[in-house]
């Protein structure tokens, strides 16, 4: 059975067909609109934009057809049956790479993180006493928020990297607070995200998009739930992390963290243009939040092929161009085909459930610009996670800092 078919039998069992004289009013699956059917068994025909660009049977001819069927039955029951067999593919798991990868983890982590920091330089300083190693306090900040524990509990880890000699000095718990609420280590940590990602570069080309929420340990204000909404007088605040990753490995290439009621639309195209300079790009994945015709235009440009689909009152005209009607005609004439690409998104929601199920969805910082940092810790620690796994599954040997070396 074909998509055609499918939706043909969805229309019949659910929505309302019904004649008028010689034609049919079939009802539209998106929108208000009726098609008129002419059931004519050498040559039907139809209304509908699917019919006139192919002068085929469409989907509506065919709920036509099962209709009539129906209706011609002595007894009033349907007497076509229909059975639609679903599959799931599964993926095999490589457990021995996998149990090498998870038992060696924290080790690996280290040494990773290690390796990655010592690639950022130290920020020039002329004045005030002399601070802590810029790098080494990046992976302290770091290395605490993949122990998931609090920062006094932290220190016997900080003690043992010491020891290891990935760290000169164990600093004290409140340093690593402080070094959260500096902005100077927000652009470092974006930085450090795209940096990890490029070992893994060879083999991520399809990519997804989406974003999520971060819960705060702070409420929101009593005044906007007083004068607004009483019902937020329990909700708690959030950030919002948008992010881009490749569908094989879950790797982020790319993040922006925003407010809890930020769009998601604004955020695609510094996504797109930052995975762009790194990775070469084939296909890009992305739900209805994101379909605008900047958006489809943007990914065409990187010569990749965007799988957007278009809101239910989407047209092939308007102000969109000649790029939004061939892909609007593409995804309403495809859609099988289409879908199957666009199931690769589900990917990206796989990565968000990664990271909060490892690292925590909630965040312990009190102020906006250490809550924006932990966020992004939590997604360099997921991508060196993705390393580590790489590493026992494709035999990846991840090297940091190529260009500059």
């Known amino acids: 059975m074909d998509i055609r078919e499918h939706k043909g039998l969805q229309i019949a069992a659910l929505l309302k067909v019904r004649q008028q004289g010689d034609l049919w009013l079939v009802p539209s699956q998106s929108g208000p609109t009726k098609y008129k059917v002419k059931p004519d068994p050498q040559s039907p025909q139809c209304t509908c934009p699917d019919f006139e660009f192919r002068q085929a049977r469409c989907k509506h001819i065919i709920a036509v057809e099962i209709t009539i069927r129906r209706e011609q039955s002595s007894d009033g029951q349907t007497v076509i049956t229909e059975t639609v067999r679903v599959t799931q593919k599964t993926y095999p798991q490589d457990w021995p790479a996998y149990n090498q990868a998870q038992t060696n983890e924290k080790d690996q982590f280290q040494c990773l993180l290690h390796a990655l920091v010592k690639g950022i330089g130290e920020p020039s300083q002329k004045i005030g006493r002399p601070r802590l190693p810029f790098d080494e306090m990046i992976f302290a900040v770091t290395f605490k928020v993949f122990s998931t524990m609090s920062q006094r509990r932290f220190v016997s880890d900080l003690r043992d990297a010491h020891a290891k000699g990935y760290i000169s000095k164990v600093p004290h718990f409140n340093s690593i607070s402080?070094?959260?609420?500096?902005e100077t280590l927000t652009p470092y940590l974006k930085m450090l995200i795209e940096e990890s990602s490029l070992p893994l570069r060879e083999v991520e080309h399809d990519f997804a998009v989406d974003s999520s929420g971060f819960s705060t340990c702070r409420f929101v204000q009593w005044v906007q739930a007083r004068?607004?909404?009483?019902?937020?007088?329990?909700?708690?605040?959030?950030?919002?992390?948008?992010?881009m990753c490749g569908v094989k490995t879950n790797v982020v290439t790319a993040v922006e963290v925003g407010e809890r009621f930020?769009?998601?639309?604004?955020?695609?195209?510094?996504?797109?243009?930052?995975?762009?300079?790194?990775f070469l790009m084939n296909e890009v994945s992305a739900d209805k939040a994101y379909s605008s015709a900047k958006n489809l235009k943007l990914v065409i440009s990187k010569a990749a092929m965007p799988y957007i689909p278009f809101r239910s009152n989407a047209t092939g005209s308007g102000q969109g161009g000649s790029v939004w009607k061939r892909l609007y005609y593409y995804y309403s004439y495809n859609q099988e085909w289409f879908f199957q690409h666009y199931h690769k998104r589900s990917n990206v929601e796989s990565t968000f459930s990664m990271i909060k199920a490892k690292f925590g969805d909630a965040l312990r910082s009190k102020t906006k610009t250490a809550q924006i940092n932990e966020a992004l810790c939590k997604v360099l620690c997921h991508n060196l996670c993705c390393l580590i796994q790489s590493m026992y599954e494709l035999n990846i040997k991840p090297e940091f800092w190529a260009k500059a070396a």
Request: aromatic share 12%; net charge negative; proline share 8%.
């Open 178 to 182: 402080n070094y959260l609420e500096s």
């Open 227 to 243: 004068h607004y909404n009483p019902k937020l007088l329990e909700a708690r605040e959030w950030v919002k992390v948008h992010l």
């Open 262 to 278: 930020s769009g998601d639309s604004p955020f695609f195209a510094p996504l797109v243009e930052a995975t762009s300079q790194n």
